[in-house]
């Protein structure tokens, strides 16, 4: 058995997971470490301290200095996982984004207690969006006047298809509450905030279908707040695309 079986880690399935997955596994070597550690410091005290050894309490404290040794080796080895490892790992997750042109991309739109997708059609652009204009039946804001959404793809709501071993784009935001968009596989995770458009990257190296959640308590339907991720071979994602409705003819209701 290895280590992230273990662990319980799930099957893997994006290019930037095995970073993840390392940092897991290190974080867990130090707390075993750690509680190794302290489990036989504690011991060693109930033996070295008993009360048949030390009838008298002693009121002068810690003479030695291997405690402060300790503690200093303890904080640098989590400053070399933090520099070494996360810091790393979050600047590339942030700032080496993808160009659209060169991703799939996508809006996702969080609701009690559901995932609204729209992707946008063959001229890559959106169409324009108002807040004025949301309601239940336009979780995007976008303007029916505006030739550049008719093109959009809409496939309804909780369900993400994408093509295999191509970055995608998720530009995510909330309409209600704080909710958290969350692949398990592709060790993905990143909350979605009521006015705020957060965009986030990755690359889907294996197909299959996986479960979106929601990882951030939403509110009493929270448990149901569930989607899928299907990751297809680039052929068989240009069939599925050319057939889902797009925006032009699609009066789509959410509610």
């Excluded at 996360?86 to 042109?101: I, R």
């Excluded at 299959?208 to 899928?228: E, P, S, T």
């Amino acid at each position: 058995m290895n280590i992230e079986t273990l662990l319980g880690l799930p099957e893997l399935a994006s290019q930037h997971g095995a970073e993840v997955d390392k940092l897991i596994i290190y974080v867990h070597y130090l707390m075993a470490a750690l509680f190794v550690g302290w489990l036989a410091y504690f011991l060693y005290c109930l033996v070295r301290f008993r009360r048949s050894r030390n009838p008298r309490a002693d009121y002068h404290g810690v003479r030695g200095h291997m405690s402060t040794w300790l503690e200093v080796g303890i904080a640098a080895i989590e400053a070399i996982l933090l520099l070494g490892f996360a810091v790393p790992l979050w600047a590339k997750v942030v700032d080496e984004f993808p160009s659209d042109e060169d991703s799939t991309v996508m809006r996702v739109v969080a609701q009690q207690f559901a995932w609204n997708i729209r992707y946008p059609g063959e001229d890559g652009v959106f169409g324009r969006q108002d807040a004025k204009l949301l309601g239940s039946d336009n979780k995007f804001g976008y303007d029916p006047n505006d030739p550049a959404g008719d093109d959009d793809v809409i496939p309804g709501v909780n369900d993400i298809t994408v093509p295999v071993n191509k970055p995608v784009v998720v530009k995510l935001t909330s309409l209600d509450v704080i909710h958290s968009f969350k692949l398990y596989n592709l060790r993905v995770n990143q909350d979605a905030i009521p006015g705020l458009m957060v965009p986030i990257h990755f690359v889907p190296t294996l197909p299959g279908k996986y479960q979106i959640v929601c990882a951030q308590l939403c509110g009493n339907g929270h448990a149901q707040m569930r989607g899928f991720f299907t990751v297809l071979e680039p052929d068989k994602y240009a069939e599925w695309l050319a057939s889902q409705p797009k925006s032009k003819a699609a009066a789509i209701s959410f509610e």
